[in-house]
């Protein structure tokens, strides 16, 4: 399986509303690591490491989000894996 790794900026009504603790759950639902923060500018920034469909598939979510999460837009970039372990949510 190929490893990849995608940084994620998500828009839209993303603070407030559970994103980065059920982003944390989804993630690890998927096998996936890496982490997820929110920035100053209101966005959450994840990044994901893991193979190349279980990361796709946590993509596919960030889309969406929990319930009361309205995503107008994600970013993905694509980076070179570096060997992240566990998914946390950071600060």
Not at 12 to 29: D, F, L, N, P, T
Not at 47 to 72: F, K, S
Request: charged content about 30%; proline content about 3%; aromatic content about 8%.
């Amino acid at each position: 399986m190929e490893k990849v790794r995608a940084r994620l900026k998500i828009y839209g009504r993303v603070q407030g509303v559970g994103y980065r603790w059920s982003m944390q759950r989804e993630a690890r639902k998927l096998g996936v690591s890496g982490w997820v923060r929110n920035l100053p500018d209101g966005t959450v920034e994840a990044v994901v490491e893991g193979d190349r469909e279980r990361v796709e598939a946590l993509i596919g979510w960030a889309h969406q989000g929990p319930i009361m999460a309205r995503v107008t837009k994600v970013e993905v970039k694509w980076e070179e894996p570096q060997g992240e372990r566990g998914f946390r949510v950071t600060h």
